[in-house]
């Protein structure tokens, strides 16, 4: 059983096209989040929703707009894509609280071309 | 705010050796810590977590402890493999359950 999934796996696109990524975490968990790395391996969180509703929001270009139907699911829109938008998206889900562990998908790589 | 810094990769050593990643940390409050394993193509596992001050955590053979008084929770293994070859994350887990990354150390384990 996958406990966070995500799809598609890879992803390429031009530059300017719109895109989305889906995720989807079966644990019963609240709180899901997105994180971007980048190709020296650095990781970022980019937004946080906490059952359907947004508790981080770090600083992120608008053209990313997450949205959570319900909490099960969080999908990253990214609207007029950039060279600078490569790179492998995860998300991840954990209880709220800071001793919790995230659970991670096994991320999505995108290559804007 | 928050931060942590762990040490450079590539890490390369050979089957059996003695592995240390370092990580210290800059924190408000009381955070818990993490180390997560990246191994190629994959997302991150949880490799163990510490959650207060003087606890251990242990899991297929790691091993970190979480310093208060050096502000550091360093990764230890005392006889890697040629499986443990993957990338290392010290995380930092505030009270908003956000976690601040480390820049990962990359391992390479040689037969």
């Known amino acids: 059983d996958t406990a966070v999934s995500q799809t598609p796996k890879y992803l390429v696109t031009q530059m300017g096209n719109d895109k989305s990524i889906k995720c989807e975490q079966n644990l019963g968990h609240d709180t899901m989040y997105w994180y971007k790395q980048d190709s020296k391996k650095f990781l970022k969180i980019m937004f946080s929703?906490?059952?359907?509703?947004?508790?981080i929001n770090e600083t992120v270009p608008n053209r990313f707009s997450p949205k959570s139907p319900d909490k099960a699911h969080l999908n990253l829109h990214i609207n007029s894509l950039e060279l600078g938008d490569s790179a492998v998206y995860f998300c991840?889900?954990?209880?709220?609280?800071?001793?919790?562990?995230?659970?991670f998908g096994p991320g999505t790589r995108l290559t804007v071309t | 705010g928050n931060s942590v810094t762990q040490m450079e990769g590539p890490v390369t050593l050979s089957e059996e050796a003695f592995l240390t990643i370092n990580c210290t940390y800059t924190a408000t409050g009381y955070p818990s810590l993490f180390w997560y394993v990246q191994y190629p193509g994959e997302g991150l596992q949880l490799l163990l977590k510490a959650t207060k001050a003087d606890d251990k955590g242990s899991n297929k053979g790691f091993e970190a402890t979480y310093r208060k008084e050096t502000t550091s929770f360093h990764l230890e293994k005392g006889s890697v493999q040629v499986s443990d070859s993957a990338v290392y994350f010290c995380?930092?887990?505030?009270?908003?359950?956000?976690?601040?990354f480390g820049a990962g150390t990359q391992v390479v384990v040689t037969p």
């Open positions: 995380a930092l887990g505030d009270s908003w359950g956000k976690l601040q």
């Open positions: 991840a889900s954990s209880e709220p609280g800071h001793s919790y562990e995230q659970y």
């Open positions: 929703y906490n059952n359907k509703e947004l508790i």
